[in-house]
T-cell receptor, first 116, second 113 residues
């Protein structure tokens, strides 16, 4: 069965500091990986995705993530955090686009707090 | 292009009642999925509909049901509400096969008293 682990429940960083959010996955086939962000009271916004090819993927809002198959990881990074990045971040894994049915499996999320 | 819309945004019900939540996908999207989000269990998959057919179902009791209409709009129903059903219910749409990205609505916050 597929699973996603986000080891850090809560992270606090200072504005302008770099950020790395960890994600490890377990998936039987080729994983399709996603990072979503959720602001309080809002739905999920897709930050970036990895399907194949270059293992370093760029997303919106200056985020990037690196896929490492050997470590079953897909960590999210940002070189300089802004106060508006404070939110909860979810890593997710899903099946290929041609799958007969489709569901995402999410990690428990990492809440990011930013100190001005 | 409008995003995924969900109505109502907030609901308060009492135990034993039933509730219906509505979701309108992005225009042209034929797949609609529902997820339940709670502080304890996180985001859990409820079911997926495609072309008015339930294609996949998560591990939830039969009190949770859904349907999809010919215009791809979807509803989910929860009967005999329990306190533990209090959650944020998120709807997500996807174009169809060949497209991996799911786009989420703002959710419906259900509170069961």
């Amino acid at each position: 069965a597929q699973s996603v682990t986000q080891p850090d429940i809560h992270i606090t960083v200072s504005e302008g500091a770099s950020l790395e959010l960890r994600c490890n996955y377990s998936y039987g086939a080729t994983p399709y990986l996603f990072w979503y962000v959720q602001s309080p009271g809002q739905g999920l916004q897709l930050l970036l995705k990895y399907f194949s090819g270059d293992t370093l993927v760029q997303g919106i809002k200056g985020f990037e993530a690196e896929f490492k198959r050997s470590q079953s990881s897909f960590n999210l990074r940002k070189p300089s955090v802004h106060w508006s990045d404070a939110a909860e971040y979810f890593c997710a894994v899903g099946p290929g686009a041609r799958a007969g049915s489709y569901q995402l499996t999410f990690g428990k999320g990492t809440k990011l707090s930013v100190i001005p | 292009k409008a995003g995924v819309t969900q109505t109502p945004r907030y609901l308060i019900k009492t135990r034993g009642q039933q509730v219906t939540l509505s979701c309108s996908p992005i225009s042209g999207h034929r797949s609609v999925s529902w997820y339940q989000q709670t502080p304890g269990q996180g985001l859990q998959f409820l079911f997926e509909y495609f072309s008015e057919t339930q294609r996949n179902k998560g591990n939830f009791p039969g009190r949770f049901s859904g349907r999809q209409f010919s215009n791809s709009r979807s509803e989910m129903n929860v009967s005999t509400l329990e306190l533990g059903d209090s959650a944020l219910y998120l709807c997500a749409s996807r174009r169809d096969r060949g497209h991996n990205e799911q786009f989420f609505g703002p959710g419906t916050r259900l509170t069961v008293l």
